[in-house]
């Protein structure tokens, strides 16, 4: 069984290999059982959440991510979640590799988000407001210079310090960020505005948007946390990772519990995108708008692709 580290499955899914690998993941699909989640409470009251994520491919790849988030690390100063893949031939069920998952999870959302954007944001569109700070909002950048020409990074966040440090670290990557204290006015220039926090309140606001742009949520992954409000969805085009969003995102919930939104009006997946059976955007002054709440099956491909080349 090979041992991949945080570095090494950084090093391994570069997003320029990453955003094709799901891309084609999402046409082919594969098998992906409802996850696990199991709480494991200690003697002393203290709670873990674990999460298992399986997924495969017949004949081909078995793989298994288990998340563990324990509330009470900050006090200890460990980071709040863990994460593991465990890959294995699924013929003969013998292991592959043990891969770093906190790196397989943060690379394949931001790699999700600038997939449905290849579709959706306009190909022109070059102003990219980053809305957080933390391990996924870092990646977004890169991810979206992969497939659009970004060549200005707006960064807004709750802490104005954190916004200026990732600021600071994309111009050190040579791209022209500047971090930004009115987030009306930041999104309303923008040309996408990709939103990755735990945010259990809207902090977008439709009016703010402007006609052609391109609205990614990807906090808002459970019935309780909401990063756009209402008017962010009201006219514009919806498409979402997998029709799963649709129960599980307070983004969503609450829209169509008001009516503002129905079932029947959203667009497209990433999988009816990828195979063609749905358009993406269809003209330059749309506004759209993507959801996602993740799947086994980005994990999936992201360690498959880990493992391409490797000896199996």
Same mark, same amino acid.
């Given at each position: ?5 945080a ?24 098998? #992906? !059982? ?15 959440? =674990? ?13 298994v991510?288990?998340? /563990?988030?324990?509330?009470? /690390? ?17 013929? *003969? ?14 690379? &394949?959302?931001?790699?999700? +988000? ?9 190909? $022109?569109?070059?102003?990219?407001? #980053? ?7 870092r990646?977004? !950048? ?5 497939? &659009? ?14 916004a200026? @440090?990732?600021? &600071? ?6 791209l022209?960020?500047?971090? =930004?204290?009115?987030?009306?006015? @930041? ?14 309140? !809207? ?7 402007? !006609?052609? +742009?391109?609205? $990614? ?49 959203? &667009?497209? *997946?990433?999988? *009816?995108?990828?195979?063609g ?6 003209? =330059?002054?749309e ?5 996602? #709440?993740?799947?086994?099956?980005? $994990?999936?491909?992201? @360690? ?9």
């Open positions: 069984m090979l041992i991949f580290d570095a090494a499955t950084r090093q391994a899914l570069p997003f320029d290999r990453l955003i094709p690998a799901l891309r084609a993941m999402f046409a082919a699909g594969c098998e #992906v !059982p409802p996850r696990q989640v199991h709480e494991i409470v200690a003697p002393d009251g203290a709670r873990l959440t =674990s999460l298992i994520m399986p997924a495969w491919l017949p004949g081909r790849c078995y793989g991510k288990t998340v /563990n988030i324990a509330a009470g /690390n900050a006090a200890l100063g460990l980071p709040g979640l863990h994460a593991s893949y465990l890959l294995f031939d699924a013929r *003969t069920g013998a292991p592959l590799a043990l891969i770093d998952g906190d790196q397989i999870t943060a690379r &394949r959302t931001a790699a999700a +988000s600038a997939l449905a954007a290849s579709w959706l944001a306009r190909p $022109d569109a070059r102003h990219l407001l #980053v809305v957080g700070a933390g391990q996924v909002a990646l977004l !950048p890169e991810a979206y210079s992969a497939v &659009r020409p970004i060549d200005r990074v707006t960064v807004w966040a709750r802490s104005g310090q954190q200026q @440090a990732l600021a &600071r670290q994309l111009r050190d990557d040579g022209a960020a500047e971090a =930004s204290i009115d987030l009306e006015a @930041a999104a309303g220039a923008a040309d996408i505005v990709s939103c990755a926090t735990l945010a259990s309140a !809207p902090l977008i606001q439709g009016r703010w948007l402007r !006609p052609g +742009s391109h609205l $990614d949520l990807i906090g808002s992954f459970t019935p309780a946390m909401r990063e756009a409000d209402d008017d962010c969805f009201d006219a514009a085009a919806l498409y979402v990772d997998t029709e799963e969003a649709l129960v599980k995102s307070g983004d969503l919930l609450g829209p169509l519990s008001r009516g503002v939104i129905r079932a029947a009006d959203l &667009r497209g *997946t990433l999988a *009816t995108l990828a195979r059976e749905a358009p993406g955007r269809r003209s =330059s002054d506004r759209t708008v993507f959801k996602s #709440v993740g799947t086994a099956l980005e $994990d999936l491909a992201a @360690a498959m692709l880990v493992m391409e080349g490797q000896v199996t």
